[in-house]
């Protein structure tokens, strides 16, 4: 079992990468009144029909070569439910595919969220070509859209070492500022 949210959170966002998103939001809601902690990701991928819906949800099932099975969403799935929240998926072939898990932020089996700010900057820079959307809603709010920032770069590419640097510290202290102490 991956012991970080974060983890859970780079798979699937690999996932929408590997069905070919163009564009990826991201949205973390910590909601005080209602004890849960929200993660919400809807991509613009190839979508999924009704029976593959079912298949990813099934531990024993993969689309991956070489019969390694893909735990990634199952697993998400029984951490929000082990931890008194929810799970969805949905999706349609063309349309792309939204996943939404809650947890119970006070649960005592929830995972920590971990190196949020790492996993998000490594999905970012390593993936210029996507537009990655990002929305944490915690003791504030904080709010990344890579297009923004690509068009304020112009011609400068993201992995300009002056723009890596920026980036890191940048998603890493706004995160930090609105994130509940863990």
């Given at each position: 079992?991956?012991?970080?949210?974060?983890l859970?959170?780079?798979?699937?966002?690999?996932?929408?990468?590997?069905?070919?998103?163009?564009?990826i939001?991201?949205?973390?809601?910590?909601d005080m009144d209602?004890d849960l902690l929200?993660?919400?990701?809807?991509?613009?991928g190839r979508?999924?029909?009704?029976?593959e819906?079912?298949w990813?949800?099934?531990?024993?099932?993969?689309?991956?070569?070489g019969?390694k099975?893909?735990?990634?969403?199952?697993?998400f799935k029984w951490?929000?439910?082990?931890?008194?929240?929810?799970?969805?998926?949905?999706?349609?072939?063309?349309k792309?595919?939204v996943?939404?898990?809650?947890?119970?932020l006070?649960?005592?089996?929830?995972?920590?969220m971990?190196?949020?700010?790492?996993?998000?900057?490594?999905?970012?820079?390593?993936?210029?070509?996507?537009?990655?959307?990002?929305k944490?809603?915690g003791?504030g709010?904080?709010?990344?859209?890579?297009?923004?920032v690509?068009?304020?770069?112009?011609?400068?590419?993201?992995s300009d070492?002056n723009?890596l640097?920026?980036?890191?510290?940048y998603?890493?202290?706004?995160?930090?500022?609105?994130?509940k102490?863990?």
């Open positions: 079992m991956m012991e970080e949210l974060a859970h959170i780079m798979d699937i966002l690999q996932n929408s990468l590997a069905a070919g998103a163009r564009k939001e991201l949205v973390i809601n910590e209602r929200k993660v919400r990701v809807k991509d613009d979508g999924m029909t009704a029976k819906l079912k990813v949800q099934d531990p024993f099932y993969t689309t991956k070569q019969g099975v893909g735990l990634g969403i199952p697993m951490v929000a439910e082990h931890c008194d929240g929810y799970f969805s998926l949905d999706s349609s072939p063309g792309g595919t996943l939404e898990a809650a947890f119970g006070s649960h005592i089996d929830r995972p920590p971990g190196d949020l700010a790492g996993t998000l900057f490594a999905l970012i820079v390593s993936n210029p070509e996507v537009r990655f959307v990002v944490y809603e003791k709010e904080f709010l990344f859209d890579s297009k923004k690509k068009d304020l770069l112009g011609d400068v590419p993201m070492a723009v640097g920026f980036l890191r510290g998603i890493n202290e706004n995160l930090r500022d609105v994130m102490a863990e």
